[in-house]
Every structure is written in structure tokens, then in C-alpha cells.
């Protein structure tokens, strides 16, 4: 009780004082700055540990008090000749369980030898002054956003005096109340609330007022550092400056700053090794400030790395340009023989040879620059070396990019024309994947169930284009795709759809048309509406398979492939593949594609076999319709994203061989 009356009796007399009189006070070096804790906490008076480190809690529990705890070290950014002219702890509260008003206050804790990870109610530090401030919070039950700030100025001035290091606790008046609540404020570990902080306005009679370093400093180069000393008081002062570079002293020296004056002083700083570097400028006893800087190598020196790296790429990129570059001029001229129409592509194409000629007159230019340094022994174009040799490389390899988008489409040109077709034209084969019938597996998901993988292989692999429908079939919309894919619906095709798909066919477009399962309802029928008059047939049933599985019966490998159709030249005897759907019946024209093992069967929804084991149930099958082509494969799951993508990355060869033969570029 004596301290905390000595404490109490202080506190009284430095209030007193009017801030006009005291030596060297000028608003012109006032300065405000905002503290983080270095250790917050809160405890628990029946000895229960909160181990969620994101919130403080103040209030009851039935009785028990809970008190947080905050730590500040203030003389990292305050120096101890300072005058503070207002300290404010500002807590940000979230949460209020329960329907008290509380009465919070906040105490000046003098033992600071705790940290917030080992902090119990039975260590917690009894040296203690206050309350300092209170602060009535009046909040309704539930989630809240309120800042509450203490008024802590005079234990703040008197601690950065002695250690420069502040800690207090918060107290609710409703603390020994049998009944459940409490405040959640953020700490300083909490992710969407304001933290906690220490709020100080001060002034120092003599300050740094500014430190200028460069934001980047270059390695045994000359940086300056420009350091501006304020004397705010009436009367002149000698001082003793300190330039620091990482802890070493640049300048030790005295310096007399002029009464309501300032003085600049300069300092040629050349780093000798890159990172991170301390500067520190401080007057001796007053005031200081520090700043990080960031030590770069000179940029010739850079310049000279990145000239080496570009060249590799440029030689790199030069070898795998060449070859296809010799296919370009190759089909080119063959395009103009046949008199194929470039179509979208004429400026594209037409633009390689100019392209290829600027990466011919960079990279000239570089080895021109290179030379002239090396004769001279100058460093200084070292730069616009590299800038050339990087334009180079970059324009290799989007000329390369362009020629490997180019040449598929040019070589399938060319092979209509040599194969009699008139009125050629370079396109891109366009992909249309259907989701206007509430599918199950559908492009638009973004999650197992959608088509990222498939997508991204159609456009990287083959290089084609691929859209997605969301609007009802219509033929006006077919005839500007190539292939038209299909999942199984949950939303009945029309009969207009149905007729429009087959008008495509027809006309020479291709359809790829999965099915489902028996849990895939009646929608087969749907399917059977598109492809049943060229003797294809989805079965409402499942394949299964006892042995050949993937863990289940129904989720057996497929392994049996018609290896004599075009559509299957990516696969082999040995390859197996993970499926899950229906089987398929065929007749007429429509040749098989792929089989269940001997020992697959398939079963309807009421558990009924209906393909016996040996029988090898077909579920996948094709047919030529018209001018156009039709694969149906029983399975949706399969070009889908399921199972870590393991569906479509065992089914691609087969789907690559099928979307190519659709296309007519088998």
C-alpha cells in the first residue's frame, strides 16, 4: 500500500505541471507511435488454461475471475528522454457471453519477468498499481464490434524511466459474480480483429527528425545517408550523434545544434556484401531511429548473370524452334499450292517469318554488344546486352509457342487437300460440352465432379478450343463445333435437341455420349432418343465385376479393346481402365470398342443379373452416321475429375483416340 501511495501522490504532482513549462517542448518534434504486445494473455481463477491464443477474456465464470494480461515493450521505439504526452491502451472487443454491463479497469503491473505461454493465476505477478483508468462496457449478448481505449499516460511515463517495459491487467467489477459472463477482446494472435496496442503521443526536446536511406542500396557503390537533427528547445546543445550500420559506428562525434534549429549530416555508405542492413541514427540520450535496407548487386554486375542465363534460353529455345520452323515453310508452301484458305489464322501465319527475323537482328545485336565490351573492357552496356539477348529468347519462345499451335492444325489442312477435299480452310477443331441438363458430372464443378483435367488435356494435348453449353441444343449452335460431348442428364433431353444432335451428325459432326449407372434413373431413355436409330442402346443397369475391381464390384477395370479401330490407337493389351456406369447393346453398323473382362456382369436397379459373367458386356461402342461419327461409352464417372483424377488419367488414351476420330483427324 506505501508504493502505491508514493505512486498515487506522483502521479498527482506530474499532472500538475502544465506542458508549457517544460524546457524544450515544440510541437514541431511530437510524434505518435502505435504498440504491438510483445505478450498477451489472459488467466483463469480456477486455474483453467485457454489454449485458442487468438482472444483475452475479462469477466466471470460463475464466480471465477477471468483477467487478461499485455506486455509492451515501449523502449524499442521510444527513447527514455522523452516526454509522453498521452498513453492509451486500445482493445478491440468481438464477443460479449452474457447480459452484464461491466465495469472494466485497467492496473500497471511492475514485475514484467512473465510471459504469456507459461502465465497462470498461481504465478501471476502481485507487485501491482492501480487502477489507473476504467471504462463502462455496455454490449448485448453475441458478436459485437466496439474498440475501448484506457487512459494509462502516468504509468507509462514513470516505467519508460526505469526497464521501458509496461505490462497491465484488466479487472471486471461483475469478477466474483456466480454467473456466467464475459468479454472476448483480440489479441495479438487473432486473424480478423484489430489487436491490441499502446497508443503513445510524445515529444523529444532534441530528436532525429528524419533518417533517409535508400530504399535499395547497390553493393561497392557510394549510397548517401542523410540523417536531420531538430533541436526544439531556446537554447543551443551540444549533442552526441551515432551513425550505425548494423550495431558497428560509423560516427561518433559532437555536434551543436542551434536553439529552435536543425542540422543535416551526410554519410557515403558502400555496402560490401547484399541482404538486409540495419542503419541507426541516434543523439545520445535523446532520440533515435533505425531502418532496414536492402543491399542489391550492381546492376551491371546483374545484368551480366542474367545475360548468361537469357543466352542458354535463347540457345535452347533456338534448337527446338529450328526443326519445326523447316515444318512451317514446308506446309506453307503446300497450303499456297493447294490454294487452302488460312481462314482466322492468315495474320498469324503470315506474321512467323517477320517474327523470326527480329529474333535474328536481337540477338545480333547482342553479340555486337558483347564484343565491344569485351575489346574494350567496358561494363557499361552490360545492360542493353541483356536486354536484347532476353528479347531474343522471350521471342523464340513465343514464336516456338505459336509454330506448336500452328502446325497440327496446317498438317490436317494440307491432308484434306492432298486427300481431293475442295475449298479447304485452316480451323481449330472446336469441342462443345454440354450442361444444360442438370448432369451430375458436369464442366461447370469445380469440385471431383467436374472437368478440369479432361478440359485441360483437350486444349494442351490436342490443342483445341473447348466451350461450354448452358443453353438448350439447337443446331444453329451445333454447327459451329466440331465434337459435341455429352454426360449423362438428369434433365430429359427434348425431342428438338435430340433431332438437332442428329442433324449435326449427319451434316459431319461428332458426338461423344456417356451414360450412368442404374442410379442414374431413367435417363438412359433420354440418351437412347440421340443415338438409338443408329443401333446403339444404353442399358439401365451396372457392370459389374467380383474380380477385377477396384475394391467393389461396381467399380471394376475394363481391359478388353478393340485394338483395329482407329479410335483405340493409344491403347494396348496390357492397359486397364477405371470405370463405373452401364453397359451398352448394338446393332446394325455399330462396332464394339470395348468389353467387361469374363468375369464382368452387369445387374439392374433390383439386383437382377442381366448379362452373365462371360458374356463380356459392351460398354463402349461407335458408329459412322451420315457424314458424321458417334462414340457412346457408358461411363460419365470416367472423364471426370473423380477420385484424385484417377477415372480420366486411366481413360485419356482412349478418349484422346476417340475425340480424334470423331473429328476426322484420326
Not at 6 to 16: E, G, K, P
Request: proline share 4%.
Amino acid at each position: 500500500m506505501k508504493r502505491l501511495a508514493l505512486f498515487l501522490i506522483a502521479v498527482m504532482v506530474l499532472s500538475a505541471i502544465p506542458l508549457t513549462g517544460i524546457p524544450g517542448a515544440a510541437a514541431s518534434v511530437q510524434q505518435t507511435v502505435k504498440i504491438t504486445p510483445t505478450d498477451d494473455t489472459w488467466i483463469d481463477e480456477g486455474g483453467w488454461v485457454d489454449y485458442k491464443t487468438y482472444r483475452l477474456r475479462v469477466g466471470t465464470y460463475y464466480g471465477s475471475e477471468e483477467r487478461p494480461y499485455l506486455k509492451f515493450n515501449i523502449s524499442k521505439y521510444i527513447p527514455k528522454a522523452a516526454v509522453i504526452l498521452k498513453a492509451t491502451l486500445v482493445l478491440h472487443a468481438y464477443n460479449h457471453y452474457g447480459k452484464l454491463s461491466h465495469n472494466v479497469s485497467v492496473y500497471g503491473v511492475l514485475d514484467d519477468n512473465w510471459n504469456e505461454k507459461t502465465l497462470r493465476w498461481s504465478n501471476q505477478p502481485t507487485d501491482v498499481v492501480g487502477p489507473l483508468s476504467w471504462v463502462i462496457i455496455d454490449l448485448p449478448s453475441g458478436n459485437v464490434n466496439a474498440d475501448y481505449s484506457w487512459d494509462v499516460t502516468d504509468f507509462v511515463a514513470d516505467q519508460l524511466l526505469k526497464d521501458g517495459v509496461v505490462s497491465f491487467y484488466l479487472h471486471s467489477n461483475n469478477s466474483n459474480v456466480h454467473t456466467k459472463d464475459y468479454i472476448y477482446f483480440a489479441s495479438k494472435e487473432n486473424k480478423y480483429n484489430p489487436w491490441p496496442c499502446l497508443e503513445i503521443e510524445y515529444y523529444v526536446p532534441i530528436a532525429v527528425k528524419d533518417l533517409q536511406v535508400p530504399s535499395r542500396a547497390i553493393q561497392n557503390y557510394d549510397n548517401k545517408i542523410k540523417v536531420v537533427l531538430e533541436n526544439g528547445g531556446k537554447a543551443a546543445q551540444n549533442v552526441t550523434f551515432l551513425l550505425y550500420i548494423d550495431g558497428k559506428a560509423k560516427i561518433n562525434k559532437t555536434i551543436e545544434l542551434p536553439a529552435g534549429g536543425e542540422k543535416a549530416v551526410e554519410y557515403i555508405w558502400r555496402p560490401q556484401t547484399t541482404g538486409m542492413h540495419e542503419v541507426k541514427a541516434e543523439i545520445e540520450g535523446y532520440d533515435f531511429k533505425s531502418k532496414e535496407v536492402e543491399v542489391i548487386p550492381h546492376p551491371d554486375k546483374i545484368a551480366r548473370i542474367m545475360s548468361t542465363y537469357y543466352l542458354g534460353m535463347y540457345m535452347r529455345e533456338w534448337k527446338s524452334l529450328n526443326p519445326l520452323y523447316k515444318n512451317f515453310t514446308g506446309l506453307l508452301e503446300k497450303i499456297r499450292q493447294y490454294n487452302i484458305s488460312m481462314g482466322e489464322f492468315e495474320s498469324e501465319i503470315l506474321s512467323v517469318e517477320g517474327q523470326l527475323q527480329l529474333v535474328k537482328q536481337e540477338y545480333q545485336k547482342y553479340i555486337s554488344l558483347k564484343r565491344y565490351s569485351e575489346a574494350t573492357g567496358s561494363t557499361s552496356l552490360s545492360f542493353a546486352a541483356m536486354r536484347h539477348i532476353r528479347r531474343a529468347a522471350f521471342l523464340s519462345r513465343g514464336i516456338k509457342d505459336k509454330l506448336e499451335h500452328l502446325l497440327p492444325l496446317m498438317q490436317t489442312a494440307v491432308k484434306q487437300a492432298e486427300s481431293g477435299q475442295t475449298g479447304v480452310t485452316i480451323r481449330v477443331t472446336k469441342v462443345l460440352i454440354d450442361a444444360s441438363h442438370g448432369q451430375y458430372y458436369s464442366p461447370t464443378k469445380s469440385d471431383s465432379n467436374g472437368m478440369s483435367t479432361l478440359i485441360g488435356k483437350i486444349e494442351n494435348d490436342l490443342g483445341w478450343k473447348v466451350d461450354i453449353n448452358t443453353e438448350p441444343i439447337t443446331y444453329a449452335k451445333l454447327k459451329n463445333y466440331n465434337i459435341l460431348i455429352i454426360t449423362n442428364p438428369s434433365r430429359d433431353i427434348t425431342d428438338d435437341e435430340a433431332q438437332a444432335i442428329q442433324k449435326f451428325v449427319e451434316n459431319g459432326g461428332g458426338i461423344f455420349i456417356l451414360g450412368e449407372s442404374y442410379y442414374g434413373n431413367v435417363y438412359y431413355k433420354s440418351l437412347n432418343k440421340v443415338v438409338g436409330k443408329y443401333g446403339i442402346e444404353f442399358r439401365n443397369d451396372e457392370l459389374m465385376d467380383d474380380e477385377k475391381n477396384t475394391g467393389r464390384p461396381w467399380f471394376p477395370l475394363v481391359g478388353i479393346y478393340n485394338l483395329n479401330h482407329p479410335a483405340m490407337k493409344f491403347l494396348n493389351e496390357t492397359h486397364e481402365m477405371l470405370y463405373n456406369g452401364d453397359t451398352l447393346d448394338i446393332s446394325g453398323g455399330a462396332v464394339w470398342l470395348i468389353t467387361g473382362y469374363e468375369t464382368a456382369y452387369a445387374e439392374d436397379k433390383d439386383k437382377n443379373v442381366v448379362k452373365e459373367k462371360g458374356s463380356k458386356p459392351v460398354v463402349a461402342a461407335a458408329v459412322e452416321a451420315g457424314d458424321g461419327r458417334i462414340v457412346a461409352y457408358g461411363s460419365s464417372k470416367a472423364i471426370s475429375d473423380a477420385y484424385y483424377q484417377r477415372y480420366i488419367n486411366t481413360n485419356w488414351p482412349f478418349v484422346k483416340g476417340v475425340l480424334l476420330w470423331l473429328a476426322h483427324e484420326d
